[in-house]
């Protein structure tokens, strides 16, 4: 006793309807995989500039907040090796020793962040500045270019304002 017709009420989808979201879905995945595949690599030059970036506003910010001066470090390749550091101003403090006296006990810079940049990333001209932020939000100040492959950037961190700006050149 085989019951070869189909039974009423029943609910499901058919082969064709199966087949057709399959292939919306495969469209879909080929139009996006190569954008989420490129979202992830970054080009070096950029890296770098919000490595720049991104310490110099820590800087400035910690040095108004904190109301003490911090000092960054930007070495451009100078000898051989390109990177950044960020120091804390060094502290005095006062103290005192058993007999009345005062003594000031000085402490020596403390490091606060670094970064390395990526070798293919060449600097015009290669050099070491060193940049103090002020706690009134000013900066020496820094001009210089960045290049990669056939980019070129030029960085400058304006004195009054501390803050930084990236052109293509």
Not at 20 to 37: C, E, F
Not at 136 to 157: I, N, P, Q, S
Request: proline share 6%; glycine share 10%; net charge negative.
């Amino acid at each position: 006793m085989f019951h070869t017709g189909t039974v009423r009420g029943a609910r499901g989808f058919t082969m064709l309807e199966v087949m057709i979201v399959i292939g919306i879905m495969a469209m879909v995945m080929a139009i996006s995989l190569p954008a989420l595949r490129k979202s992830g690599d970054r080009e070096p030059l950029d890296m770098t500039v919000e490595m720049i970036s991104s310490l110099t506003a820590r800087a400035r910010a910690e040095a108004i907040l904190d109301r003490r001066k911090r000092l960054v470090i930007f070495n451009l390749g100078a000898n051989g090796e390109a990177g950044l550091a960020l120091y804390g101003l060094p502290e005095n403090r006062p103290g005192q020793l058993e007999d009345g006296g005062r003594v000031e006990t000085v402490m020596a810079p403390q490091m606060l962040g670094t970064n390395r940049f990526p070798a293919v990333v060449g600097f015009e001209p290669p050099k070491v500045l060193e940049v103090w932020f002020r706690p009134d939000g000013t900066c020496d100040g820094a001009e210089f270019d960045m290049k990669e492959g056939g980019r070129v950037y030029r960085f400058f961190l304006e004195p009054s304002t501390s803050l930084t700006m990236v052109t293509e050149q």
